[in-house]
Every structure is written in C-alpha cells, then in structure tokens.
C-alpha cells in the first residue's frame, strides 16, 4: 500500500513514539523536565483521539501483509485503551517530579497498541514484551515499601514464564500448520494432530500466566501491592487488558475444540470462587483488588465459552467498564505520605465523614466492580453471562453466577466501612491534608474522567457495544 496510507494506518503509534523521543528529549534539559508528564498525557491522548478518529472515518488497511492489520473495530478498540491509560498517567503525579514514570509508561503503551492489531504470532510477541518490559522498571522505581524489588522479580519471573510458555505454543503451531499467523489457531483448533492441540493448550496455560488465572495467580497479589498505586493500576487494568487482547486475536472467532474448552471453563471458574474468597479476607485495598481481578480475569476467560459471534463485543465491553471501575477505585483512594498505612482498608473507616466525594466514588467503583445494577457492571456480566447460555452451556453460567454473588461481601464491606465505621484516631491529620498533597488534583481529575465515562454508559450501555 502507499507510504502515506501506511502512515496514517499507524498514526496512533507514531504519536506515541514522537512524544516518547520528545519526552527524552524534555528530559535531558532542567528547565522542561516538568513538561515530561504534561507531554506524556498529551500525547497519549492524542493518540486517543486518532485512533478514535481513524474508526469514525472507517479507514480499513493493512500496511504490512499478515503483520499488522486495522479495521474500525481494531480502531475503536486502540482508543478505548489509550483513553484507559490517561487516569493512570494523571495518577502519576502523585509519584512527585520522578521523569522515569511517564516515558516507562507511554513505552509500553507503544506495544499496547500493536496487539489489537497484530496478525502474527511474532507481532504479538513483539506486542507484549513492549509491554512488560517497562512495568518491570516501573514497579522497582517506585520503591515506597521494601518489597518493591521482590515484587518486581516474582513479575519478571512469572512473565518470562509466561513469554516462554508462549513461544513454545507458536513453535508447535508453527510445526503443525507451517504458519504463525493469527488464524493458523483454528486450523490448529480443528486439527486433531497431537502438536496442534499442544499448540491450543499451551497458549491458553501461557494467557492464564499472564493474566492471574488460578491456579497460575500467586504472583499477582505480592505485586500488585509492592507497586506504587499508579502502577498497580496499570497492571490491573491495561496490563490484563492486553492479555486479553492477545486471546481475542488467537482465540476470538473460532470454536474451542472440546478439550481447550473444558479448561476455559474450569480454570476460569475456580478463578470466579476463589478470587472472590480470598479478598475477603485480605486487610490491604491493593490486595483486595488483586484477589478482585483474578476473579475478573475468570468472568473475562469465561466469555471464551460463548459463540464466537458475540465474544469479542462481549469481552472488550467487560473490559473497558472493568478497567473504569478499577482505576476509579485507585483515584479515590484518600492519599498519605506512608504507602502501606495507605493502603489498609482501615484507613477507609468513616470516609464518608472526612472526604465525601473520595467515598462517593469509592462506592460507585465498588457497586461496579460487584456487578450490581444500574451500573454497567451489571450489563457486562449479563452479556458475558449470556453469551455463555447461548453458546449451550447454561451449568458453566449458573456456577460462575454462584460464583460472582461471593465477591459482594467485600464490595459491599468497603462502602459498609467508609459510611458506617467511626474514622481511626490518626485518620483526620492524614486525611486533612491530602488535598495538598502533589498530586491530589490529578487524582481528582482521573477519578472524574472515570466516573463521567461510567455514569455514560450506565445511561446508554448499548453504545459501547455498538462501537466493536
């Protein structure tokens, strides 16, 4: 195809990669070292926009042949992620004047935006290493607790298992269909070659691994609370994000031959039930969440069940209202110079009393995350749901519904405690000056964004199902 059209194919990739190289430049200089985090949010949301722009005016390419790929959908998809990141880069501000955040973050956001697009087993690979590589600094960066370090190598060495586990799926696919593109997995789907079924296993154990699937979740609780907020909400939301974006691009519209299916419902069930009991008891909010989203990472594989017509809609519409919820939680969050007194949910006690608006929101992330109605966590979890009764399995959806009722204990424990708890003696200092703590406007500002885009699409659902 022309070089222009490529140009324009690729245009929210390139805008991250000019603002990264800008970054490093503002960086090298004293005097515009405070730009590198405007520039960051800057860039990111304009390449937000372009992504948007480019499915609003259906532009349909392929640049490079079984490489990379962009439709409408991939477009709106591309977006939605990118707009998803700009919370966790005004999150950030809360790290002080720390330059490595911003330009970590909008590196890994560049293999982000290759994976909804990528039609190659090695673009994906391309995709999520661009990914990782970066979280891996940045959760050692933060350092606000002594568990930084370990928390970032139980990451590296899960995810490392997790890239070989994978690479060794595409080598058998490869074996046994003489192709690494994308579609080459339902070949090997239908097949009844011993290599092409290892191929399908494989990479459904490698996506568990990456995305905290019991029983391959030990990793992501230690992680997600030895990383600083910003970055465990990343990891939480964009992070799982992209391992879902990487089975929707193998897995997304083929029927899972009867083996690999017993396996994406099972696993993923387990994940729903003991996601959901092991956060209640957890003292920790980040812990909570942790624990949370290996039961999301469930309901998410789950939709894997369902007829290959409706799983991506479904799938991708989970995970913008997940992601919403979560970084919303992590904005509300009531800021304090001691990250681990911070993060205990005792801190919580009596919010409502000193920070009504931190609990407010706190609330709706919490009733969104537990799927109750009106908000649209509800309407995911329906459609998920539904696409598995439709699919012919109506006992794997009447367990995880079971399942899901255990996670309202703990949702609804949080806002019992922010509303109904007298606040901790030490609590009223800490909180009287969170809001001129750096970084409090920003917080503010992200949990806005979030709970605008929630409130959206409580009132019109429809729409963002409409939009892939």
Not at 161 to 183: K, N
Not at 219 to 236: H, K, N, Q, R
Not at 295 to 319: D, K, M, T, V, W
Request: hydrophobic share 60%.
């Amino acid at each position: 195809m022309p070089g222009s059209d490529a140009l324009l194919a690729l245009l929210p990739e390139h805008l991250l990669l000019v603002g990264l190289v800008a970054g490093m430049l503002c960086a090298l200089q004293a005097r515009t070292r405070a730009l590198v985090l405007p520039l960051s949010v800057l860039v990111v949301a304009a390449s937000a926009a372009a992504a948007f722009w480019l499915a609003a005016t259906g532009v349909s390419a392929e640049p490079f042949p079984g490489h990379y790929l962009l439709t409408p959908a991939i477009a709106q998809a591309k977006g939605w992620l990118l707009a998803l990141a700009l919370p966790v880069l005004l999150l950030m501000r809360l790290e002080g004047d720390d330059l490595q955040f911003p330009l970590l973050l909008v590196c890994s956001l560049y293999g982000l935006a290759l994976l909804p697009s990528a039609m190659n087993a090695l673009v994906l690979f391309l995709g999520i290493e661009l990914l990782a590589i970066p979280v891996y600094a940045l959760i050692v960066l933060a350092f606000k607790r002594p568990q930084a370090a370990e928390s970032a190598l139980k990451y590296l060495i899960m995810g490392g298992t997790g890239s070989a586990v994978f690479l060794m799926a595409m080598s058998l696919l490869y074996g046994s269909t003489g192709s690494l593109g994308v579609d080459a997995m339902a070949a090997a789907a239908a097949s009844a070659d011993p290599l092409a079924r290892g191929a399908v296993l494989l990479a459904l154990v490698a996506l568990f691994l990456k995305g905290a699937v019991v029983p391959f979740h030990a990793w992501a609780p230690d992680t997600y609370e030895g990383a600083s907020v910003p970055v465990t909400a990343y990891l939480a939301t964009l992070s799982k994000a992209a391992v879902l974006l990487v089975a929707l691009r193998l897995f997304g519209g083929i029927a899972l031959p009867p083996a690999a299916a017993e396996v994406v419902a099972v696993l993923p069930l387990v994940s729903i039930v003991w996601g959901n009991i092991a956060a209640i008891r957890q003292p920790s909010l980040r812990r909570m969440l942790a624990y949370s989203s290996i039961a999301h990472a469930g309901y998410l594989f789950y939709g894997f069940l369902g007829a290959p017509a409706g799983r991506e809609e479904a799938i991708l519409a989970y995970l913008v209202v997940y992601a919403l919820a979560t970084l919303l939680a992590f904005a509300a969050l009531p800021a304090d110079a001691d990250d681990a007194r911070r993060d205990r949910l005792d801190r919580l006690d009596g919010l409502f009393h000193r920070n009504p608006v931190a609990a407010a929101l706190m609330s709706v992330a919490m009733l969104s995350l537990a799927g109750l109605p009106p908000l649209p966590g509800f309407t995911v979890k329906f459609a998920v749901f539904k696409t598995v009764v439709a699919a012919g399995h109506p006992v794997w959806a009447l367990l995880g519904l079971v399942g899901s009722f255990l996670g309202l204990y703990f949702y609804l424990r949080v806002i019992m405690r922010m509303f109904m708890q007298p606040s901790p003696a030490d609590a009223e200092a800490a909180d009287g000056s969170a809001p001129r703590a750096p970084g409090a406007a920003s917080a503010l500002l992200a949990g806005g964004l979030c709970l605008a885009a929630t409130v959206g699409l409580m009132v019109a659902p429809g729409w963002l199902y409409a939009r892939f």
